[in-house]
């Protein structure tokens, strides 16, 4: 009925820039907590972040980076009006995202396994910090993986429509807005990453 | 406004409270005075037309911006002030550490002595530590501006002088649930001589099971006198026949010593017909202690 | 509401001219106009329960001991009164009503760039009132928290504290897209001419509560997202026992919920810039000075938090600063009152409802900011914090500021929108019930907090008795008043006389196109040529 008649990119570009920024934030209430916590119980946290696999999270970041780089060649693809590869690397991206999400099953059950989860008896036992560290990774990772779902289910939708043609050369700033998620998803595990495994 | 010269915390609360409401009261009268003034003035009946289209004016701005500026900074600077006084403890005060519960305060002295009333001597500077023992309470003396949160596993501390012999008013002003506002004491002020003795003597001609009591904070729950509080009354309650739910089934019981302990140890299992069951359980209670609150609690008829 | 009681409307406005009515053609509608009256009537409704909320607490604080209800019911109560005022009220109340009726039209567009997307918030809006409204009456019993859920009290209650919190979560993430949505708009669809400089002062306070609800909104998401977790999964992030911090919790909280305060009055402030020039038939005083200090009232106001938290047991540096910057920001809205009052000064002033309105917000607000002054300073505080001075405060400055910009909005605006309006004599008196009920029922509050008395108290001491009573007695005038305003009002909208052209002489484009406002505001795109309050500028005499 009343949608304004010209389509506006910048406009649409402009809010989703807004929004990822409220993303963001969202995250940042974490890492404020993270960085509080980490300063008041330092060696709990480091011997928290040894307990973690360095493995799958290099692994996972890996995983996350190239599906980023997917993400940007496709719109590089659409550009060029060929849908076919834009497809072809859309779903590369959505199969990134689900590998991604079978580690974290793996590195989660793995920790659940040896009593590692929030108000378990293990923690309850061990130093105050320790319970802390482990809550706030269960929560971070968990909110990302949340976001990688979401993330991968909104570029399934856009792979759908690049095949329907609705979204083409001409009109591809859904693929694009989609890609911008992708990369938000991307940039807080870049974060999480070495504040959890790392421990720097 | 040097703390050290300071007797009481009043004299360093109540001079803010007269220059910020003062210079409130001025800017108020100001501004209803203009407004009222010019609606008056240039009502549409008095000014068919407007007289000015002045847009604004910059010398107006900068003074109605500067001068609120100063004055505000004056408000910070005073009450800051005010407020380090409120927080540093003058050396030799008497300490005494308030623990708080849901719903009730306790008192403990340096001689192991606890009350549930603070009792403090008249001019001398108390200085109160503040412990809770399960969520967010508020130590709030409103004769004496004081008021400081009591966080559970965080230390706190707040103090003050009472100026003469009497009774204050002490309440909770955090709020921590449906005893929230009955979660009031008060603060006795005695002569030193008096407030020594007490302290020495304590209460002691009391029952035991009396003062424990009152140090858990039972009687904010239930009265001794047969009127209906929060929890049960004590009065007549042993040897009679209660209708208690367990696990959801109603039973009726008969209040024998086993059923107090049980309903003291864990009151969780038999709830009282009626009650919620949100009787917290006094951890740390010794054998001798339970016997004792139980034997009380039989002698309330 | 239907057009068909609109005998004289039968030219096309967007009641009709889509040919599409029946609820359907409502809930589904993507027309700003139409999502803007489903965001009043909603945020109405829930007004409506949470004032006789406020008027029950009123009535068991008569007197001493128990009146009507019981402890337990009375928490329950001040905490839904809570919720319902500021997440269902007050925050949605401004952006999603006025902001989406009056804003496109104002900045010369014939919507807001995500359509769609503003339908969405609404809806989300519903739903997480549903869901808290569904919390009050299932699970383990109305939540008996206090709207700030501060832990460790709000992890262990045993009642529905979850649900409600998670339907806040939703009710945030309306905000947010409507945040998002506005500053984008503002961006992009000023019609030609419509430059930063001419856009309405009620549009750059948009403007302004838009990006605190961008920034702030998501800190209250993970806020309710931890409490969630801390009770259903017992993360113990806040719990001592574990290594928690209470205080913690009470940071995030108010990260977000004191420029929530400024998502309040921003837009209200917006308002009363717009009516008071207009019955003044005078330019705004000092336009760059009032839009610039909303904009310094969203930066500054974000830095404040700790304010609340004097007595928390937060370090004494920490409060110095929070302390200084709270005087900061009082100086903005300092200003905004110097020129609104000079706007006043040689115009030709009529006192009709919504100018009576606009300038006892004037007054009010000055009380709830004035007051606030006490709040600032450290050694008052430590006084009146958590006593009924503070509830007094927020009062004036919610219901008294925000609440009557709120009516003043309503009789200024809403004929617009009906084609009718309201009667002048009633509305008037209903005014003068109000503001009288108003300041009896809430100066009586402060001066309890003065004397000591602490709010959430379901039983007070004797010594507060008397002002107490006074305080209920004035709030059942608030009530008469508001009655009687809002028949007045709604029997003007439905049945009143005729509304048409620009009867106040206002010089905003949402008084250059027909009344009711066809679907798309314009019939070609508006180019603007002067100022908002340029009423030389548009002929006027
Ligand atoms: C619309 C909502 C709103 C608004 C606009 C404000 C505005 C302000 N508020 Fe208020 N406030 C609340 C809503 C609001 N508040 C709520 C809901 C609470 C309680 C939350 C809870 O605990 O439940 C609260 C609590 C609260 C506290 C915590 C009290 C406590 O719990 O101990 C403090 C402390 O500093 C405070 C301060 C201020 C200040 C300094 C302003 C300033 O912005 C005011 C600026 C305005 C003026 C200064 C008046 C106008 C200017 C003049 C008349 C000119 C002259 C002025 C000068 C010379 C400066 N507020
Ligand atoms: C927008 C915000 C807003 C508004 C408008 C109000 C309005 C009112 N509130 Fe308030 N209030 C809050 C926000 C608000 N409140 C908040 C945030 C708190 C803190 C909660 C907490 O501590 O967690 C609070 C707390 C609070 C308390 C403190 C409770 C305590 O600490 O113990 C009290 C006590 O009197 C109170 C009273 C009132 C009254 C009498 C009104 C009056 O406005 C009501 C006047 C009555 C009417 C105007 C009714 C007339 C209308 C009708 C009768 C409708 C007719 C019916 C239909 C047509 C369906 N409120
Ligand atoms: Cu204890 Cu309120
Ligand atoms: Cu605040």
Partial sequence: ????????????????????????????????????????????????????????????????????????????????????????????????????????????TAKIGHGIYPNSPRLAAGPPGESVFFSLYYLTTGLHGLHVLIGATLLTCVAARVKRGSVHAGDYVLLENGALYWHLVDLIWIFIFPLYYLIL | MNPELLTTTQQAVDPVFMFIFGAC???????????????????????PEPTSQAEGNLWLEIVWTVLPTVLVLAMFYYGWAGYLALRNVPRGALEVTATARTWSWSFTYANGMTSPRLFVPVGKPVLVNLVSLDVLHGFYLPAFRVKRDAVPGMKNHAWFVAPKAGSYDLFCSSYCGVGHSAMITTVEALPEAEFAAWLQQGRSGEHPGKKLLEKHGCLVCHSLDGSRKIGP?????????????VEGTLITVTADEAYLKESIIKPAVKVVEGFPPIMPVVPDLKDEEIEALVEFIEGVK | MSPAEQPHMATSSFWNDTGRTGIAAWIFSTDHKRIGLLYFYSVLGFFLTGVVLGLLLRIELMAPG?????????NALFTVHGVVMIFLFIIPGFPGAFGNLIMPIQIGSRDVSFPRLNLFSWWLYII???????????????????????VPFSARTGTNVSLAVFGVFIIGFSSILTGVNFVTTIHRLRAPGMTWGRLPL?????YATAWVQILATPILGITLVLIFAERVLGTGLFDPGRGGDPLMFQHLFWIYSHPAVYIMILPAMGVISEIIPVFSRKPVFGYKMIAFSSLAIAAAGSLVWGHHMYTSGMSDTAILVFSFLTFVVAIPSAIKVFNWVSTLYKGSISLEAPMLFALSFILLFSIGGLTGLILGAAATDIHVHDTHFVVGHFHYTIFGGAGFAFFAAMHYWLPKFYGRRYAEKPAIVAWGLMFVGFNITYFSMMVLGMKGMPRRYYDYLPEFAPLNLVSTIGSWLLAAGLVLLLVNLFRGLFRGAPFEGNPWRGASLEWTVPTPPPTENFAEEPVVTHGPYDFKGIGIP
């Fill in chain 1, 1 to 108: 009925m009343s949608q304004p008649l010209h389509k506006d990119y910048a406009g649409a570009k402009l809010g989703m820039w807004l929004f990822l920024f409220t993303e963001l934030i969202l995250f940042g209430g974490l890492f404020l907590l993270y960085a509080i916590y980490l300063a008041r119980y330092p060696q709990e946290f480091t011997a928290g972040g040894r307990e973690l696999n360095v493995l799958f999270g290099t692994a996972n970041t890996v995983i996350l980076l190239t599906s980023s780089l997917l993400a940007a060649m496709a719109v590089t693809a659409i550009q060029r009006d060929d849908r076919r590869t834009a497809q072809v690397l859309l779903w590369g991206t959505v199969l990134c995202a689900s590998v991604f999400m079978v580690n974290k099953y793996l590195e989660w």
């Fill in chain 2, 25 to 47: 009261l001025v800017l108020l009268v100001g501004i209803t005075a203009a407004m009222v003034w010019f609606v008056v003035r240039y009502h549409r009946s008095r000014a």
């Fill in chain 2, 233 to 245: 009354t004590f009065k007549g309650l042993f040897g009679s026949r209660v209708r208690v739910l």
């Fill in chain 3, 66 to 74: 128990r009146t009507i209800m019981g402890p337990q019911s009375y």
């Fill in chain 3, 128 to 150: 997480g009132a549903v869901i808290i409204l569904t919390s009050l009456f299932t699970g383990g019993g109305t939540p008996d928290t206090g709207w700030t859920f501060y």
């Fill in chain 3, 202 to 206: 009620f549009v750059w306070s948009l």
